[in-house]
C-alpha cells in the first residue's frame, strides 16, 4: 500500500498534464479513523482490481494536511503501520470542484452517504457509496450504494475486499482494518452497543489470517489512549478534532466530540471566551459538544452541552434533544458554570453522535421549514458579542468582532425572537415601513395649505413673524 500511495502526486500531475479523469475515494469531514481507514483502503482496492476502468485512483482525507496532528489515534495507526503522513493526500490538496466542472472526477464515498452542502456541486460526480449511517441518499440506478448499520465502515470495506480480492490485504492492511473495527466497536464489547455480528465476523476473519495481529484488548488500549490525548491543544482544536456540520434555514450548527469529562471541559481556562470566539471564526450559530470518558470496564460515560449566545438557538436545540424519542436521550440537566451552555447527563450512554445528528438534523429541517414561513426583513443587522469590550482582548471598537448566526449577520429581532439575545446589547427595531404598526401603513396624513402656513409661522418665531408682516 505504501507504494501506492507514495505514487499518488506524481499520478495527480500527470492526469493534470494529459487531462485524464480522477477516481477520488473521499471519507467525511470529520475525517476520523474510521473514514481514514476506509478511504485508503477502498481506493487500494480499486487502483489493484482495476475497478475504476483505468483512471487515477486517489484516497483524499477530507481534511486539511495542517489538521491531521489533531486525529492523534489516526497518526498513531499510521506510525505502527509503517506510513508517514507524506505519502496521504489531504482535501486542500486536490481541487474537487475543478476537476468535477472539467467533467473528470469520479467520487466514491465512504463513511457517509450524503455530501455536505458546501460539496453539493460535486453530486454529479458520485458513482458509489459505502457507509454505516443512517441512509439519507436518494435512490439512483446509476449509483450503487452499500449502507449497513454496523459498528465499523471499516467493517463493510473489509467484506467487500475479502468477497472480490482477499489476496491484497496483507499484514499491513490488516492491521488498518483490523485496528479500526476494534476501536469503533469499542473493543468489541456488547455493553457499549457498537458491535454488530457482522464486525465481529470480520474482526475474527482478520484475526484468523493474521495470527500475530496485536492482541485486541492491546491494541484498543493504545488506539483510545492516543485519542484521548487531548494535552497541548487549544479549546479550538479540542472541538475541531472531531466534528461534524449541520444547517438548516438560518442555523449552522457544529457537533464536536470532545474526548474529557464535562466537568474537564466547563473547567478550561477562558472556555466561554473561547467558544464566543470558536462560532464567530467558524460562523456557527450553536455547537453541541458530546463528550466521552470510560470507567475500568471500558463502558462509555456521556454527557453533552449546547452552547449559543442566542436564548432562542440554543433552548431550541436542547428541547429537542430532550425529547428526542428515536432514539431517547435520556438527558438530565446538570449545573453549568455558564449561562449560555446548557448541560446534561446522557443516561443512554449507547446513543453516539452517528445516533443524535439524525435529531439534530430532523430539527434543522423542521427550523428550515418554520424559517420559510416568516416575513423576511429587507435590513439585517449586525449582532455585537456579549463580551465587552469584544471577543478578543485589546481590540478597539472600530474593529471589535461580531457575532454572527448561520452564514448571514444576525437578523434584527423578530416577535418569535422576543428575548433572544439578552446578552447582547441590540438596539431595538427602527419604526420603518417593515414593521407592523407603522404610521406611516395607511398613507401620508392629509394637511391642508392654512395647517403649513400656520406651522411654518410657529418656527420662525415672533420676530421673523413680525418681519413677514410688514
Not at 493534470?16 to 470529520?30: F, I, P, T
Not at 424519542?325 to 448541560?343: G, M, T
Request: proline letters at 6%; one cysteine or more; aromatic letters at 6%.
Amino acid at each position: 500500500m505504501e507504494v501506492f500511495l507514495r505514487t499518488r502526486g506524481d499520478e495527480l500531475k500527470r492526469s493534470s498534464q494529459d487531462r485524464s479523469k480522477v477516481h477520488v475515494v473521499l471519507g467525511n469531514e470529520a475525517c476520523d479513523l474510521d473514514s481514514m481507514v476506509s478511504a485508503l483502503v477502498f481506493a487500494y482496492f480499486l487502483h489493484t482490481t482495476s475497478g475504476s476502468s483505468g483512471k487515477t485512483v486517489v484516497p483524499v482525507l477530507n481534511i486539511r494536511r495542517s489538521e491531521l496532528a489533531l486525529r492523534t489515534d489516526s497518526t498513531f495507526l499510521l506510525r505502527q503501520n509503517g506510513l508517514p503522513q507524506e505519502v496521504l493526500t489531504f482535501r486542500d490538496e486536490v481541487d474537487l470542484l475543478g476537476l468535477c466542472q472539467a467533467d473528470r472526477l469520479s467520487l466514491t464515498l465512504v463513511d457517509h452517504n450524503v455530501l455536505p452542502s458546501a460539496d453539493s456541486g460535486l453530486e454529479g460526480a458520485v458513482l458509489e457509496v459505502i457507509d454505516h449511517h443512517l441512509l439519507e441518499r436518494r435512490h439512483s440506478d446509476s449509483c450503487p450504494v452499500t449502507v449497513e448499520t454496523v459498528g465499523s465502515c471499516a467493517t463493510l470495506v473489509t467484506e467487500r475486499v475479502a468477497r472480490e480480492a482477499p489476496e491484497i490485504i496483507d499484514r499491513q492492511v490488516a492491521q488498518l482494518l483490523y485496528g479500526t473495527i476494534v476501536m469503533d466497536c469499542v473493543n468489541m464489547a456488547p455493553a457499549a452497543g457498537k458491535v454488530t455480528p457482522k464486525d465481529s465476523q470480520f474482526a475474527a476473519w482478520l484475526e484468523s489470517r493474521f495470527p500475530d495481529l496485536p492482541p485486541r484488548g492491546a491494541l484498543f488500549q493504545s488506539l483510545q489512549s492516543a485519542k484521548f490525548d487531548v494535552s497541548g491543544l487549544t479549546t479550538e482544536q479540542v472541538l475541531l478534532k472531531d466534528m461534524k456540520v449541520a444547517s438548516g434555514g438560518d442555523l449552522s450548527l457544529a457537533v464536536s466530540v470532545v474526548y474529557m469529562t464535562l466537568e474537564a471541559f466547563l473547567q478550561r481556562r477562558g472556555l466561554q471566551q473561547e467558544l464566543c470566539e470558536f462560532c464567530h471564526k467558524h460562523r456557527f450559530s450553536l455547537l453541541v459538544a458530546m463528550t466521552i470518558s470510560f470507567n475500568e470496564n471500558n463502558e462509555p460515560f456521556r454527557q453533552l452541552a449546547v452552547y449559543s449566545s442566542s436564548t432562542l438557538y440554543r433552548e431550541e436545540v436542547s428541547q429537542a434533544l430532550e425529547s428526542a424519542q428515536n432514539p431517547c436521550l435520556d438527558l438530565s440537566p446538570v449545573s453549568s458554570p455558564f449561562a449560555d451552555v446548557k448541560a446534561y447527563l446522557q443516561g443512554n450512554t449507547v446513543a453516539s453522535r452517528k445516533k443524535v445528528l439524525p435529531i439534530i438534523k430532523d430539527f434543522l429541517q423542521e427550523w428550515e421549514r418554520r424559517m420559510a414561513h416568516r416575513r423576511e426583513p429587507e435590513e439585517l443587522e449586525e449582532m455585537e458579542c456579549h463580551f465587552d469590550p469584544s471577543c478578543s482582548p485589546g481590540v478597539d471598537e472600530e474593529t471589535r468582532p461580531r457575532c454572527y448566526s448561520g452564514s448571514r449577520p444576525w437578523r434584527a429581532a423578530t416577535p418569535e425572537d422576543a428575548g433572544a439575545e439578552e446578552d447582547c446589547d441590540v438596539p431595538p427595531t427602527p419604526m420603518n415601513s417593515l414593521v407592523e404598526g407603522c404610521p406611516l401603513d395607511n398613507g401620508l396624513p392629509r394637511i391642508s395649505p392654512e395647517a403649513i402656513l400656520e406651522k411654518f409661522s410657529k418656527m420662525a418665531g415672533p420676530e421673523t413673524a413680525e418681519e413677514g408682516g410688514q
